[in-house]
């Protein structure tokens, strides 16, 4: 028996697939359809990919065409498999010319012509609109914005706005093909969605006038400072019909994601203590050091220890205290500690305080290792008694992050869902319930 084996995505199965697929399968008699995971499309920086595996696999099952479906899940598999399923060809569309002849060695490679005029690619080009976005502060975190968009499909940069005109013309200079726009009335009638990267306390207004336009809103963490006015902006943008997320990068990343659910699957037992840490030694001339524009190390880096504190604990904590090292009005350190009902955590931000910049979660069978920057993490570990258990566990963290939440944002918004799993409306106003507590010093003791 002759057996021969392909891969792809097969994502928006077309003829040009089917085609590939009747070629493949009269190079010999049995014919096995490798089909990317979902994780390693988005590892290899696919993050285009509308359907999700299982839907695929059913589109190649449909088909008629393979008599064995596998998954493509890591970099060298196609070796593996050729030898564990004893495959005589290697088959592949020609577009991938030459790119496989390394298998060569382990069996025979043979490319197929591929059917001109159609790809996934255009099929998502062309079933999608495309959302529109305008960015309302064109600041240092904006700049980052434009790249990582265009590698999300259906999604595209259209203006930007900046309470300072000259700031939102030179950024449309840097970034060809986005109109400046003198107001945010002009923006809006550009745009569908909106982002915003204004200073923390411009956040409350920006959202609720962008909302009140009808626009989804992803803004920058934190997004307010206050409980009730997230309560509140939340139920507008529900009201209004349109979504607002939280942009919360670590929450969107691929690692930390996976991190959650084996945490969450009992693979360390249960957790009884989360130690996370952030710092960040910042010039004490810039906006971070400034009372007036709500500065200080809980407000600029909070967001992002509370995130695996409320996402792993939930956020029903019996006390939270906070002890702040202060400088003119401005924690440059904080230390938090939440009391749970069978747990303690703790969450450590400084501006003017180094800290290990690690995340450590405790369970009664074995504990998570993240080490510094644990927030834009690429790596992790399971730790256990018998350190034979213990596993390591690497992913990619593509460009400055931002890809993923971005991703998460439009796929919330063609889905039409208004909380996101990854970070749930209700942790976001947790979050903004602790920096009204801050706010307000309740429970606070200066150190
Ligand atoms: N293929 C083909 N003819 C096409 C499109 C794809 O023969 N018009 C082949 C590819 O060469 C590959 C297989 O189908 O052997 C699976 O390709 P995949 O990458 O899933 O499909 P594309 O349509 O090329 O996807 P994309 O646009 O996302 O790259």
């Known amino acids: 028996m002759k057996k021969v084996i392909t891969y792809g995505t097969y994502d928006l199965l077309h003829q040009g697939h089917i085609n590939l697929l009747k070629r493949a399968k009269a190079l ?25 595996v299982l839907e695929r696999v059913e589109a190649v099952k449909a088909t008629g065409l393979a008599d064995q479906i596998i998954i493509e899940d890591y970099i060298g598999q196609k070796i593996d498999d050729i030898q564990k399923y004893d495959v005589d060809i290697f088959a592949i569309g020609s577009d991938w010319e030459g790119k496989f002849d390394y298998l060569n060695e382990f069996c025979q490679v043979v ?69 400046p726009c003198a107001s945010l009335d002009e923006l809006y009638g550009l745009v569908d969605a909106v982002y915003i990267a204004t200073p923390h306390l411009a956040h409350y207004g920006n959202i609720k006038s962008a909302l009140q336009a009808k626009k989804h809103v992803l803004c920058e963490t934190p997004m307010v400072l206050n409980g009730e006015e997230a309560k509140e902006l939340y139920k507008l943008a529900e009201s209004q019909g349109v979504i607002l997320m939280e942009a919360n990068k670590t929450a969107h990343c691929p690692a930390f994601n996976h991190l959650v659910v084996l945490i969450k699957s ?70 938090g500690v939440l009391r749970y009902p069978k747990a303690v955590c703790s969450f450590k931000v400084g501006l003017g305080v180094k800290t290990e910049g690690d995340l450590v979660i405790s369970g009664t069978k074995g504990y998570a290792y993240v080490p510094a920057p644990w927030w834009k993490t690429d790596y992790f570990e399971l730790r256990y008694e018998d350190q034979n258990n213990n596993k390591k566990f690497f992913y990619k963290w593509d460009g400055f992050g931002l890809r993923y939440e971005v991703q998460e944002f439009v796929r919330c918004i063609f889905n039409h869902r208004f909380s996101s799993a990854r970070l749930r409306r209700r942790e976001s106003i947790q979050m903004a319930f602790i920096m009204q507590q801050f706010n307000e010093k309740v429970n606070f003791h200066e150190i």
């Open 266 to 335: 009992g693979l360390i037992g249960e957790v009884v203590d989360i130690e996370a840490s952030l710092s960040q030694l910042l010039d004490k001339k810039g906006r971070e050091f400034d009372a007036a524009q709500a500065g200080g190390a809980m407000f600029e880096q909070g967001s992002y220890p509370l995130l695996p504190i409320l996402k792993l604990m939930g956020i029903q904590y019996e006390s939270l205290e906070l002890f702040s090292r202060l400088e003119n009005d401005v924690d440059i350190y904080t230390k």
């Open 28 to 52: 010999g008699d049995y014919l096995i359809v490798g089909v990317t995971n979902d994780n390693f499309d988005r590892d290899r920086g696919k993050l285009n990919v509308r359907n999700n």
């Open 111 to 179: 490319y197929l012509p591929r059917t001109e005029g159609i790809s996934s690619t255009m099929l998502r080009d062309s079933s999608q609109e495309t959302l529109k976005v305008g960015i309302v502060g064109c600041g240092r975190v904006a700049q980052r914005f434009p790249s990582e968009a265009s590698v999300v499909s259906g999604i595209k940069v259209q203006a930007a706005y900046d309470t300072d005109i000259a700031a939102s013309d030179s950024f449309a200079q840097k970034f060809t093909d986005i109109t």
